[in-house]
T-cell receptor
């Protein structure tokens, strides 16, 4: 069965520093991969997705993610963190070879320190 | 175009009662999925509906059920509520194909 792991419950980064939020996945076929962000008392907002093609995907708010098939990872990155990036981030995967449901990781809380 | 609309936003129920939550997807989206979000478990998949048929189901007890209408609107029902059902229930819709979800703002259910 497909699964997603976000190994860090929380990540703290100083404002202006680069940030990375880690994600690894497991699927039997080829994956569709997604990152979502959640602000307090809100639903999830789409950041970016990897379907096929270039391994480096650029998304909203200056975020990007790199697909690494050999390491089955899809880490979220940003070159320079903003305090407003503080939120809960979810990685998700959909196995295009099996069924259509999307499975989410447990989330990583990102704190950007001023 | 309008986003995914969930009603009500907040709900307080007592143990043993039942509750119905509603979700109106983005126009043209025929797939609707439901997730339960709790602090310790993250987002857990409940079920997915497509064209009025349940296409996928997560590992929740039979007290959790859902349905989808011909206009793609969906409802989920939880019967015999337990304290542990307190959570944020998120609905998401998407078009067919490779796109990801668009989420609603959720319904915060508190069981007392």
């Amino acid at each position: 069965a497909q699964s997603v792991a976000q190994p860090e419950d929380q990540v703290n980064v100083a404002e202006g520093n680069p940030l990375t939020v880690k994600c690894t996945y497991s699927v039997s076929g080829n994956p569709y991969l997604f990152w979502y962000v959640q602000y307090p008392n809100r639903g999830l907002q789409f950041l970016l997705k990897y379907i096929t093609g270039d391994n480096l995907v650029k998304g909203s708010y200056g975020f990007e993610a790199e697909f690494n098939k050999s390491q089955t990872s899809f880490h979220l990155k940003k070159p320079s963190a903003l305090v407003s990036d503080s939120a809960l981030y979810f990685c998700a995967v959909r196995d295009i070879g099996r069924d259509d449901k999307i499975i989410f990781g447990k989330g990583t809380r990102l704190h950007i320190l001023p | 175009k309008a986003g995914v609309t969930q009603t009500p936003r907040y709900l307080i129920k007592t143990r043993g009662q039942q509750v119905t939550l509603s979700c109106s997807p983005i126009s043209g989206h025929r797939s609707v999925s439901w997730y339960q979000q709790t602090p310790g478990q993250g987002l857990q998949f409940l079920f997915e509906y497509f064209s009025e048929t349940q296409r996928n189901k997560g590992n929740f007890p039979g007290r959790f059920s859902g349905r989808q209408f011909s206009n793609s609107r969906s409802e989920m029902n939880v019967s015999t509520l337990e304290l542990g059902d307190s959570a944020l229930y998120l609905c998401a819709s998407r078009p067919e194909g490779s796109d990801g979800y668009t989420f609603g703002s959720g319904t915060r259910l508190t069981v007392v």
